[in-house]
């Protein structure tokens, strides 16, 4: 049962004296035993809504498992698996469609994710530190152009960012996609209002009084107290990369060089298109089944660091 | 700058509250020069703003402003080519339709998400922890593989629509036809997003005091009002700042109908939005001084929009 005690800003599990140690959801029902048919009506809500949303995924799982004609006319049923298990067959044919290409993509993704995601990440760190602690020449014009930035488009810069591209002879090379995705003005926007309440200014001069540089107190003071905000920033940059599309469509045509995204859009282009030998539907099944395991299993296990860091903007 | 011993917490300047016991001069002169430590911090990251977002800005300003036809080469015509993008039906038509498509899935997405992180906000149970994971999923999935599982899902020849419609003895509609390709490109745009919205509303509420609900429950307030007239006002600036994201998503759609259009040719011309007539401007007809307009165009539109929306809601979201 919860009490109002004096001071109520007390953190909530302070007066939650009924669970201890349960979160302040439970305390506040503690005094609401009424509603217990309202609670079976929200949870019916966040049943039918589950359902919505896992579909499309349960879909994929089972039509993972079938070979083309099972997709087209499965004994199951499009929601059910049919009476052959494909799923192995259809990674071997992943392993042998166009010589393994497939497999590259993923690895290709995997790549340009990491090194685009690490690398943004890195230089959103250290710009929103220097927007945060220091009070240099131009930050203020600097920081506002900044923020104007997170307003453009990023697909409005694909064009004329392939042109440019294009006359440093880079298009087509991995360069065309790693470099533009190290621009994140909202990760270093992120990072500058973490820092300015996760590391205090007593703290820095406390370092310098004993005779620490800059950079020592950077790395060795400020970069553990950034760290939720950190992984919050990577998470966002490795996905906004492994997600991208636009960018690599454009600026890439060897199919060597492509993205998981891109080359599966590229098979259900030609699948669609009809071209016999070309109809590899069990196969882009298979493919987006295969390429979606790692981001989910890579949530699912990261939840205690995402979960509270995607708010971060929103609680300046 | 003024030298202050007594601020405990001087807000952006960690240079203030240093004793002032040496000469001033001295320490400005030490101080000036560790300001500049700044820079070098900033540095990388602004190289990387001026090479990929002001260089392309600017170039693609200066390629919009020249005309290139095959009789006469390259010339620099001003602003014909805007003139021509704002009369050019296609590109009209286009910006009409990604508007529409803001005024329906926004709202949307905002709906879905936000009664989801209220009823999760509620509960504590084990199905509510399941639920609040599951509607985020789709986050964590690629935006091609999205378009191209519900592409799945809607064709008559993979998708379920058939079995489930006929079970009530009803014909399933055609997702993929020009009457409702807007609404199927809504439904993949909300089920994608509203999970990532929910989870930003969602830990706004966990931030807000629940001292608060329990002064507004002793004054009479039931469920819903508490929900309606307390949580919502005081998430207020993570639902502008969700609203942003959305529009400015919502005004560059291009993922999506580029990737259905292989399912639904007939459907989804190559200019359904500004920036897929872009891409076809420049990469089918090489046409890339009027791509450049358009998408400069279409960058104003949205920076224009964005702005102007952050001014309006400039009091809920506490920007000033």
Known sequence: ?316 | MALTEAAPKPAPNPAVARPARRPRTQIDRMDRKRQRWGWLFVAPFAIVFVTFLVAPLGYAFWMSMQTSTLATGTSFTWFANYGKAFTDPIFLEGLGRVASFALIMIPAQMLVALVAALVLDNLSTALSKFSRLMIFVPYAIPVVIGALMWGFLYSPRFGPATDIFGLVGLTAPDFLSQGTIFASLVNIVTWQWAGYYMIIIYAALRGIDPAIYEAARLDGANGRQIALRVKVPMISSSMVMVLIFALIGTLQFFTEPQVLRAVAQGAIPVSYTPNMYAYSLAFSYSQFNYASAISFALGIVVFAGSYLFLFLTRKQSGLK
């Open chain 1, 1 to 316: 049962m919860a009490i109002l005690t004096p001071g109520a800003t007390a953190p909530a599990d302070v007066t939650d004296t009924d669970t201890g140690s349960r979160s302040r959801g439970s305390a506040r029902r503690g005094n609401a035993g009424r509603d217990g048919g309202r609670k079976i009506g929200s949870h019916v809500l966040l049943i039918i809504l589950v359902i919505y949303f896992i579909t499309p995924l349960w879909w994929l799982t089972v039509a993972a498992t079938k070979d083309t004609a099972g997709l087209f006319t499965g004994s199951g049923g499009p929601l059910w698996f049919d009476s052959e298990f494909n799923l192995f067959n259809n990674i071997a044919g992943l392993f042998e469609h166009q010589g393994g290409i497939y497999w590259r993509w993923l690895g290709n993704s995997f790549f340009y994710a990491l090194s685009g995601g690490v690398g943004a990440t890195i230089l959103a760190v250290l710009a929103g530190y220097g927007f945060a602690k220091y009070r240099f020449r131009g930050r203020n014009a600097f920081f506002s152009v900044l923020l104007g930035a997170v307003m453009v488009p990023m697909t409005a810069l694909v064009i004329p960012t392939f042109v440019l591209l294009s006359n440093m002879g880079l298009v087509n090379t991995i360069w065309a996609v790693i470099l533009p995705s190290l621009l994140s003005p909202f990760g270093v926007y992120l990072m500058r209002v973490y820092t300015q309440d996760a590391v205090p200014d007593e703290l820095l001069d406390a370092a310098r009084v004993d005779g620490a540089g800059e950079l020592r107190t950077f790395f060795q003071v400020s970069l553990p107290l950034l760290r939720p905000a950190i992984v919050t920033v990577l998470l966002l940059s490795v996905v906004g990369t492994w997600n991208n599309f636009f960018l690599p469509l454009a600026v890439l045509s060897d199919p060597n060089l492509l993205p998981v995204t891109v080359g599966l859009n590229n098979w259900q282009a030609l699948s669609n298109a009809g071209a016999g030998g070309e109809q590899v539907w069990n196969l882009i099944v298979t493919g987006a089944f295969v390429s979606v395991l790692p981001l989910i299993i890579a949530f699912l296990s990261l939840q205690k660091y995402w979960q509270g860091g995607l708010s971060l903007g929103a609680l300046k």
